[in-house]
């Protein structure tokens, strides 16, 4: 059996965002089918399409969704139809990674987020999506291709959430804005006094702001080249701001603002210059966090010798720890006015894809998110 979906197809690398019709699997075990109501668009989506990330093309991108549950598959008890929820990351739950309590580092993480293909199951290396005369198409990016009326994805990467929390805001808390705070939640997680900089103040970098504006660190710095995100940074939480377009050298400009060397830096940005500014920022047990999606194949250079007095460079995936934790702790967050993501949204009609990554590039639009069409009413 199957649904027929509406869903964004890329054909080639670099080719437009196409519309139509497909048909995708009714849910095997441990699977759930979600129509989809919004999702997040991301610079990951477009670093996909560009052949940056290597999913087989053609296929269905997306994978910030936030929908409600219409089947679920044998063995599934949670979630249940009819549920609200936000698709997290994919992962097994069987290796040493997701039972360490880390499933965004599950060994399988690569084929669960790029194979195209479902990667464990009865169905494990077939794709659920096809088109009308049967043609396989790529689907299950990042477990979900929510760029679609419906997603078929795993039961256990599914967040369910209260049914008031309006799914156009929610699905970015998926990926860009959890991926942000739990930059700094999870992953770095100052003490009292400690210093934060923040590199790029996109989505994820406006995220890792008002995260940070939650812990004991006293500096918060933001640097961007966009005088407007700025702006958004102070408001946010940033105790200070560098612009980077302006400023002759950022990295003694930061080292003035915190007094020497930053506790923590974060890239949020991918570029590989960036990156190496972030490192340079941090000093002995300082810590650089990478966030950002560089090219795939892209290196880095740092100072081996201040790197050997203690200094960490660490990546983080998806703001690290587990959805089922994360997401609902920044939504009670945003309920007492302390994480305000929702300002950073603006939505766009599902067929204008295109439109809301043009518009983020440009930096007119921090997260866009699309709305899907309502189902036709029986």
Known sequence: MSTQ??????????????????????????????????????????????????????GVLGHEGAGIVEAVGPGVTSPRVGDHVVLGWPYCGECKNCLDGEPRYCLSIGPALVAGVRFTGEKAGASGYRRLDGTPVSGHFFGQSSFATHALALAGQA????????????????????????????????????SIVVYGAGAVGLAAIMAAKNTPATTIVAVDVHESRLDLATRYGATHVVNAASTPDVVVKVQEIVGGTADYALDCTGVIPVVEQAIETVGMLGTAILIGGAPAGATFTADHFRTLFGKRIVGTLGGSGRSQRLIPALLALWRQGRFPFDELVETF??????????????GDVIKPVVRMPEPAAE
């Open 5 to 58: 979906i509406r869903a964004s197809v890329v054909e080639k690398i670099g080719a437009p965002f196409t519309y139509t019709d497909l048909e995708i699997d009714d849910p095997g075990s441990g699977e759930i089918l979600v129509r989809i109501v919004a999702s997040g668009v991301c610079h990951t989506d477009a670093n996909t399409r560009s052949g940056n990330m290597p999913l087989p093309l053609p």
């Open 159 to 194: 967040v369910v959430i209260p049914d008031d929390v309006p799914l156009q805001i929610a699905g970015p808390l998926a990926c860009g804005i959890a991926t942000g705070a739990g930059a700094v939640l999870n992953t770095a997680k100052p003490r009292v006094g400690d």
């Open 349 to 362: 009609d599902f067929e204008d894809i295109e439109g809301a990554l043009e518009a983020s590039h440009r």
